[in-house]
């Protein structure tokens, strides 16, 4: 069975940094773009950022360009979201996904199959 687990959300002052994981059971990550989203109370899901096989391109919504930084490392089977210069409007559950392995990279989530349960973000003073 496929599963994604995120961790690593937490409470975090504003400009203070985090880093969210998205461990794959299940299935090799090897062959899957994965992409992280977010959701705040009442408003719509919103495409973080995105990631395709073997890291060869990277994507990432115009709120956290330049702040956040996505990786992988398939050997973990693990992607990780660096999350820096954080600001109260970050607050959101974070969410990773991955789509069928044929498709590739993509900042809507329609396009993605496979989610994890989610984890928290706030930030706050």
């Known amino acids: 069975q496929l599963q994604l687990v995120e961790s690593g959300g937490d409470l975090v002052q504003p400009v203070g940094s985090l880093r969210l994981s998205c461990a794959a059971s299940g299935f090799t990550l090897d062959y899957y773009a994965i992409g992280w989203f977010r959701q705040a109370p009442g408003k719509e899901r919103e495409g973080v950022s995105c990631?395709?096989?073997?890291?060869?391109?990277?994507y990432y919504g115009d709120s956290v360009e330049g702040r956040f930084t996505i990786s992988r490392d398939d050997a973990k089977n693990t992607v990780y979201l660096q999350m820096n210069d954080l600001k109260p409007e970050d607050t959101a559950s974070y969410y990773c996904?991955?789509?069928?392995?044929?498709?590739?990279?993509?900042?809507?989530?329609?396009?993605?199959?496979?989610w994890g349960q989610g984890t928290q973000v706030t930030v706050s003073s």
């Open positions: 990631i395709s096989v073997r890291a060869t391109r990277t």
């Open positions: 996904a991955a789509p069928d392995p044929s498709r590739g990279c993509s900042l809507d989530y329609s396009r993605y199959d496979t």
